[in-house]
Structure formats: C-alpha cells, structure tokens
C-alpha cells in the first residue's frame, strides 16, 4: 500500500519513512505544498499523511484540493495544530482522521491502517470471497482453507485487486503502485506482467475460481 507523506519536517518524515516501511508500506514524502500537489496530481495513493503547516502554504488548501477534484484517498492530518477548531475544519473539510504530534508511530500506523480498512475493504479484516481468504493484518492468504505464500508484491497486488473489484486496472497503474515514481523512469512495464502472472499462478495451483481476467490493451480486472 502506499503513503504520501507530505511534512517538512525531515527529520520527523525520515522517522515515518523509517517506521511504515518497516510495515510494509510503499512510502513517498512531500516536504511542502508545490511537490505535494504534483504528485497528488500525478499519483494515487491509499494514504497521505498531511501536515497542516507547510513552507508555501496551508495543508487545508491541498485538502480541498484533493476532495474538489473528487480523489478518494484516505486523510489523515498530523499537525502541531490541536484544538477542537482545528480538528474541526480539517475533518468537516474531508480528512479521515487527525492525529495532533507528538505522536507514537505506533498509533500512526494503526489508524493508517484503520481508514484504509474503512475506504477499501468496508471495516473487515479479513477479505473473503467464495474460496479464497486474505487475512489483511496477519498478510495471509488461503484458498479453500489452504495456505498460498505470496512474495510481498504478489500480495500487494492481490489487495489492490480486491480493494478495486470489477474495475479495470491499467499495467501502469499496477507499475505504480509497485514501485512508486521510479516506474516512470523505466523503459518498460514488463515486470507487472511477471508479478500478476506469478499471482494467478499460484492461485490457480491452489483453485481458485479465476476471479483475475486480463482485459486486453486495457489491462487487468477482479471479477467479485
């Protein structure tokens, strides 16, 4: 999954890095309004982490940036900035959550994971549908009750599938998502259609029902 962290602090942004990393998450860091915006504009992201005091502006503006442009990310605020005033407007403006500093990267992570649940899998923790299971907090996966060990990137890729069931997903879109800015530097996107063949083959060893059809020239699609 993939954070934005848009905070001018480097230190503190090194530190969440450092920390969803470790988590397994996909980060990249915005450290005032102008980059943040480009890369809003360019990119999607399951979170952005916002800080409200930026260098060249307020975190609000790129808030109601992101929602007049109908972008559905999950928003969460991380701000000095703690009073109920605050936390109101950012909230009444769109954010998923605020989240005053200092705080544990603990509970960062937590709530992180908690709105994403929210947006993508409807609160549940564990994704099932018909034989195949995903337990998202424990990155397991079975089909008919058993085990099928993916690679970290076969299993992120099976969560953005579900997460975006019966919606065509384009190869650069899966590049993207896999390996952040840096697909736009390679020559060719070749490599998502190594993962997802990877992915589709050991479900299928395993059973599966064939829910992961390609759409030609389009590129891939969750049937649920």
């Known amino acids: 999954m993939k954070i934005l962290i848009i905070e001018d602090e480097r230190e503190l942004a090194a530190d ?52 007049e442009q109908g972008k559905q990310e999950a928003v969460i605020i991380i701000s000095a900035k703690n009073s109920i005033e605050d936390k109101v407007a950012g909230l009444k403006i769109g954010a998923d959550d605020y989240l005053a500093k200092p705080f544990h990267l603990a509970e960062l992570s937590a709530r992180i994971f908690s709105v994403i649940r929210r947006k993508q899998f409807d609160t549940a923790n564990v994704l099932q549908q018909n034989e195949l299971k995903v337990d998202v907090p424990a990155r397991a996966v079975t089909v008919h009750d058993v085990p099928v060990m993916l690679t ?73």
């Open 152 to 224: 970290r990137k076969e299993f992120d890729l099976l969560l953005l599938f579900l997460g975006n069931r019966n919606k065509v997903i384009s190869k650069s879109a899966l590049a993207e998502h896999l390996s952040g800015d840096l697909a736009d530097m390679m020559d060719s996107h070749d490599f998502v259609y190594a993962h997802v063949k990877n992915l589709k083959k050991k479900l299928t060893e395993a059973n599966y029902g064939n829910y992961l059809t390609t759409v030609y020239g389009a590129g891939y699609k969750w049937k649920a």
């Open 16 to 67: 969440m890095v450092k920390y969803l990393s470790g988590e397994q998450y996909r980060c990249e860091v915005a450290p005032d309004k102008d980059s943040a915006m480009e890369r809003i504009g360019m990119y999607d992201y399951d979170c952005i982490l916002l800080d409200l005091m930026l260098p060249d502006g307020s975190g609000l503006s790129i808030l109601e940036a992101l929602r």
